[in-house]
């Protein structure tokens, strides 16, 4: 805190009349008394002669003081500064006048002490309950506070639901707490983006909490969350990882504290205060501003029984504080405490408020300023209200010092200047009643038509979208979102989860990505490195929605940005990102070719300008590797794995968490080539360094043994993978509860176990608890929920139910429609499914159909040359060849298919070895021997090529399939003839 002291010169105030003189002599006395001791401390900073000197000193000295205290030097914000700045206020506003609650504070006391200091493997959850207005806010915050100052080791994070917009959605408040945790621990793990991402993420990052230092989470109202699956609690582990404490609020009645109860959680009950308490409360308020109240009407407060509910009781107080003049406070406190409710209570206050600033003002701005904050999306500035009203500042003034003397409004927040409701839910109810009987739509318009103003900076676009969503205006949101300009705002990490709320509800009428593509091609390029990184965001979101072409070519743009920019360092680095951006939209859209050259430019790139021994380039590497993996190129995909993992080694040692995640790579890669003893070495050895690094109980020590049973069920050593995958169960279900995608995806593993024993009963009922799961956390549309739904479907077929089995598929499929709309690679790939079934069952046509949808979904969003468009084609020959089509109708889809294979994954791939196996047979059933054994080589040397093992399982099969079709050749052929004995040769050497 500073102060400032300025002296004027005593000549100015010869001549001017008594306004400069002194009251009195004892009034000249104090002040003098006051300058001297200024002087004395020296306090004393400038003489100044006019009001024009003083006013320019003043702003001078304000202004270094300013730079001193916010040089402009200083990072801007971050999203989640600003987020917990917010946090942080609220709480702090509610510490300064606590009373009560004593018995609460110590039972939160005692537990969380105990949880942390005791051998117990798992704190069990608090919930703290009360009515509405009890002050279990006050408690939360109170506590935090004492809890910090007395555990300096442990880490407190608080969220307050309904403290800002962002704070009332689940997603985002388990985001911030996932960034919270990744910034105490400086944890340099990616931190998901998706909803359902983050839901499933959040176990293991508390996990990850518990494994260091621990962790206190309050999360306070958790009741007030706008979605309403979010009462169920699903979205929070039934069970904490050790030195996790969690602390959660809400009304004694809400259907989330049943469900708290239903857990076995601790409960803490808040009390109303008792009538000292009342008293306590009320001599502390209000003598924080010098002022107090007689025992009588001390009394009138104390003898009415809602004054002991906190909220209400701080309410009166405050009115009392404002009211000037002492003679009438008892008319004005028992007129405040016939209000039965604090919503009553505020209705008498703003009835009051219109009364004030009737005498000199317009009484209707108040109103009309409470419609607006009520109606924007998280609250507006004095500017933007005075701006939406039509006013001049100085008009809109006494209005505004109205509402917020009368606590009605919260003062500006620090960092963004914005005005929001105090007792948000109270308020908005009054102000509801008082002035919104004929809607708030009238609000929504105004807002809009203010912030839709060419340039729109990020208030603004973030305030128009939601307006337009909320007024239900799709073809204005429609073309709003898909403006470069608003789209670039939208699409960073703070308002993504909003854009794609409004891109799911205007993707029903528009094609959003294509209008987005238009306009930015209609836009003049104008690169900068923060356009460029807008850019990027874009093209991330419209991965995520599946808008592949849009944000191949948003991505293309970034990267041509940053290379006209100039060749700095920083700008090749930045370079380098793009590559990686557009890598991964390629490999998610199968163009493996292309994701290569992205990811190797990358690596090139980052090889160059930070040394071949830059632990920073694993990650690339790891990118190449994929692909490689992907494209059945597994020689080359291991020396880049390999390299990977010797930079980790290098960097942080072989005991690091990031070598452990190599060797789970390079242990799937084995796996893959069937190498299995090397592939075990590898599972074995990131077991081993996880469970050193994170103990025998962490999730991802989970996820190896999972991987490590997938290889014992290719080794069809059943018992060992149903063992591991107990294990990880147990894990999953200790740490997170039964209901948890992990714990769903580890049960559908262990059906599939069970069915390849034939253990059908068993494996049932493991993919019916999966599914519950997941469609109770995930929703009955999510791609996880289709996936056990067709595993379903492969055991109804295997026993011998077909007609449960067709079911299935078409849920599957049902469900991926649902999701993803008919124009989606889920949804075709379910497609697939079901035709292979009805292909299967003699439904030859539909399965055609099927096929043929799915074969136009896949080149309309990959093109021609992708491996999803070469098994459609492969699935769809084979279908036409049981209707009974030509070899002349058939072929030519075979051939397709190779062509795509070829351009896609190359030759050496082993879906180019089954359709050329499948090209063979049909050659072969037409009597063309000859093609049909050069074809049926071919596939033998592709299989060889890519396994290079002789023993490995694909390539005794080949094998197999030759020598099969040889003695169906011999079996043609007159034995005795020249060609037969050449026939047999050939079946011998094989």
């Not at 005498?359 to 108040?366: G, M, N, R, S």
Request: proline share 4%; charged share 20%.
């Amino acid at each position: 805190m500073h102060a400032l002291f300025y002296f004027r010169d005593q000549s100015y105030a010869a001549g001017r009349g008594t306004d400069f003189a002194a009251e009195s002599s004892a009034a000249a006395a104090r002040l003098g008394a006051l300058k001297a001791e200024i002087l004395q401390r020296q306090l004393h900073e400038k003489d100044y002669t006019t009001p024009l000197e003083a006013a320019t000193l003043i702003k001078a000295d304000l202004e270094a003081l300013l730079n001193k205290e916010f040089p402009t030097s200083a990072a801007p914000p971050t999203a989640l500064d600003s987020e917990r700045a917010v946090h942080e206020a609220l709480a702090d506003g509610r510490t300064r006048s606590f009373i009560g609650a004593d018995a609460a504070m110590q039972q939160l006391t005692l537990h969380t002490d105990c949880a942390f200091t005791s051998t117990a493997d798992h704190p069990l959850p608090l919930l703290v309950t009360g009515d509405a207005g009890t002050g279990k806010t006050s408690l939360l915050a109170n506590f935090a506070s004492q809890f910090a100052a007395t555990h300096e080791a442990q880490p407190v994070v608080a969220h307050f639901v309904g403290s800002s917009a962002a704070s009332l959605e689940v997603p985002r408040t388990l985001l911030r707490i996932i960034e919270e945790i990744a910034e105490l621990y400086g944890i340099q793990s990616e931190v998901p983006s998706g909803a359902a991402e983050i839901v499933t993420a959040f176990p293991r990052w508390l996990a990850d909490a518990g494994q260091r230092s621990g962790l206190l989470l309050l999360i306070d109202g958790i009741d007030q969350f706008t979605d309403h699956a979010s009462q169920e609690l699903a979205w929070l582990p039934p069970q904490m990882p050790p030195c996790v404490q969690l602390v959660v609020s809400c009304r004694i009645s809400s259907e989330c504290a049943a469900v708290a109860r239903a857990r076995d959680w601790k409960e803490v009950h808040v009390e109303p205060l008792t009538s000292e308490d009342v008293a306590k409360l009320a001599v502390s308020v209000l003598g924080q501003y010098r002022k107090r109240l007689t025992d009588a009407q001390l009394q009138l407060l104390t003898h009415t029984r809602c004054c002991t509910v906190p909220l209400y009781l701080n309410t009166i107080l405050n009115e009392l504080r404002v009211f000037g003049e002492f003679e009438k406070v008892t008319r004005v406190l028992e007129s405040c405490l016939r209000a039965d409710t604090v919503s009553a209570l505020l209705a008498l206050i703003l009835a009051r408020v219109e009364r004030d600033l009737g005498e000199t003002d317009d009484p209707l701005i108040a109103g009309r300023t409470l419609c607006l904050i009520c109606a924007s999306r998280r609250g507006l500035t004095e500017d933007e209200i005075a701006g939406a009203l039509g006013l001049s500042r100085a008009l809109f003034a006494p209005p505004l010092h109205a509402l917020l003397q009368a606590g009605l409004l919260l003062p500006p927040r620090a960092g963004d200047g914005l005005l929001c409701l105090a007792r948000d839910a109270e308020t908005r109810e009054a102000v509801r009643a008082r002035y919104l009987g004929d809607g708030i739509e009238q609000y929504r318009e105004a807002l809009a038509r203010y912030f839709h103003r060419a340039p729109m900076p990020e208030h603004a676009c973030e305030e128009v979208a939601y307006q337009y969503f909320a007024g239900h205006r799709i073809t204005e949101l429609a073309g709003l979102i898909t403006d470069p300009a608003v789209f670039s705002v939208l699409a960073s990490s703070q308002h993504r989860f909003d854009l794609l709320k409004y891109w799911k509800e205007a993707a029903v009428h528009e094609r959003l990505d294509r209008m987005l593509l238009e306009a930015i091609t209609k836009c003049p390029e104008k690169f900068t490195v923060t356009s460029c990184r807008k850019l990027l965001d874009g093209c991330r979101f419209l991965q995520d929605v599946a808008a592949y072409d849009a944000a191949e070519r948003v991505c293309e743009m970034a990267l041509g940005g940053v290379l006209n920019l100039g060749s700095s360092s920083e700008l090749r680095l930045l370079s380098a990102e793009c590559d990686d951006c557009l890598g991964n939209l390629f490999k998610l859209q199968g163009k493996f070719t292309e994701a290569l050259h992205s990811f190797e430019r990358a690596v090139a790139t980052r090889e160059v300008l930070l040394g071949p021994c830059s632990f920073v380039l694993a990650e690339s590497l790891n990118n190449v590797a994929n692909v490689y993996r992907k494209m059945g190129k597994y020689t080359e995909a291991e020396p880049r794995y390999l390299r990977a993992c010797t930079l980790r080694e290098m960097a942080h040692g072989k005991g690091h968490i990031s070598v452990a995640d190599s060797y789970d790579s390079i242990g799937s890669l084995y796996q893959d080539q069937c190498k299995n003893a090397l592939a075990e070495q590898f599972f074995s050895d990131a077991l081993a360094t996880r469970q050193s690094l994170l103990g025998t109980r962490h999730p991802d020590v989970a996820m190896t043994l999972t991987h490590m049973a997938s290889l014992y069920v290719d080794l069809s050593k059943y018992d060992t993978a149903e063992t591991l995958l107990n294990r990880a169960l147990e894990i999953y279900n200790t740490l997170f509860g039964a209901c948890h995608p992990d714990v769903a995806r580890t049960r559908n593993l262990l059906g599939g176990v069970c069915m390849e024993r034939g253990q059908y009963a068993a494996a049932e009922e493991h993919y019916h608890a999966a599914l519950a799961v997941r469609e109770r956390i995930l929703g009955p549309g999510h791609p996880d929920v289709a996936l056990t739904l067709n595993d379903l479907a492969v055991l109804r077929s295997r026993q011998g139910d077909g007609a449960a089995a067709e079911q299935l598929y078409r849920r599957a499929l049902d469900a991926r429609k649902h999701t993803f709309g008919s124009r989606h690679p889920d949804t075709a790939q379910s497609q697939n499914n079901l035709a292979a079934l009805l292909a299967e069952k003699g439904a030859l046509a539909e399965a055609d159909a099927l096929l043929a949808g799915s074969l136009a979904t896949f080149v309309s969003l990959f093109g021609p040359d992708h491996i999803n468009v070469a098994q459609t084609l492969n699935l769809l020959a084979s279908v036409r060849q049981r209707q009974g089509a030509p070899a002349c109708a058939v072929l030519p889809l075979y051939r397709r298919s190779l062509a795509a294979l070829s351009r896609c994954v190359g030759l050496a791939h082993p879906d180019v070895a089954l359709t050329l196996n499948d090209a063979a047979l049909l050659h072969a059933q037409h009597g063309r021997w000859t093609e049909a054994e050069r074809l049926y080589r071919r596939a033998l040397a592709v299989t060889c090529e890519v396994f290079r093992d002789e023993a490995n399982p694909d390539v005794a099969r080949q094998r197999a399939n030759l020598c099969a079709f040889y003695a169906a050749w011999l079996e043609a052929e007159d034995g005795a003839s020249e060609l037969a004995q050449q026939i047999r040769s050939k079946m011998c050497a094989v």
